[in-house]
């Protein structure tokens, strides 16, 4: 199977369960990785060096992962209660970004997700056609 997954901001602990449970390799990016760009990073994930927790949100990169894979992965990542984590997949074009640069687009993207659930959840508690703006 190929493939390779980049993690960054798991603790140790926390990258060890993920090595354990996952079918792809789980590499760790250290913090002097953040100017590279993003295929580089990819290329040299075997033989970087340093703890992958030096940031404050969780990422699970994945690359060259086939499709049914990456549902296992996810779920399996879930189900580890490791806390919020964002995924991604690389792309053409992510494997030209730095990668401090993708890390602020996901979360950017994150961020937005986040904002819509939390919108539709409002507008399921409303009833009627009217917003409900309190009574007072």
């Known amino acids: 199977m190929g493939g390779r997954i980049l993690v960054v901001g798991f603790m140790p602990d926390e990258v060890e369960k993920l090595?354990?449970?996952?079918?792809?390799?789980?590499?760790?990016?250290?913090?002097?990785?953040?100017?590279?760009?993003?295929s580089e990073v990819v290329d040299k994930a075997e033989g970087l060096s340093g703890s992958s927790y030096w940031h404050l949100r969780?990422?699970?990169?994945?690359?060259?992962?086939?499709?049914?894979?990456?549902?296992?992965?996810?779920?399996?990542?879930?189900?580890?209660?490791?806390?919020?984590?964002?995924?991604?997949?690389?792309?053409?074009?992510?494997?030209?970004?730095?990668?401090?640069?993708?890390?602020?687009?996901?979360m950017a993207e994150d961020e937005y997700f986040k904002a819509a659930r939390w919108a539709r959840e409002e507008a399921k508690k409303r009833k009627g056609p009217f917003l409900d703006i309190g009574k007072g």
């Open 58 to 106: 969780k990422f699970v990169i994945m690359h060259d992962v086939e499709d049914e894979t990456l549902k296992g992965i996810i779920g399996t990542v879930k189900s580890l209660d490791i806390g919020r984590v964002i995924f991604a997949t690389t792309t053409e074009t992510s494997l030209t970004w730095r990668l401090e640069d993708l890390l602020n687009e996901l």
């Open 19 to 38: 090595r354990k449970a996952l079918p792809v390799p789980v590499f760790e990016v250290p913090e002097y990785c953040g100017d590279w760009v993003v």
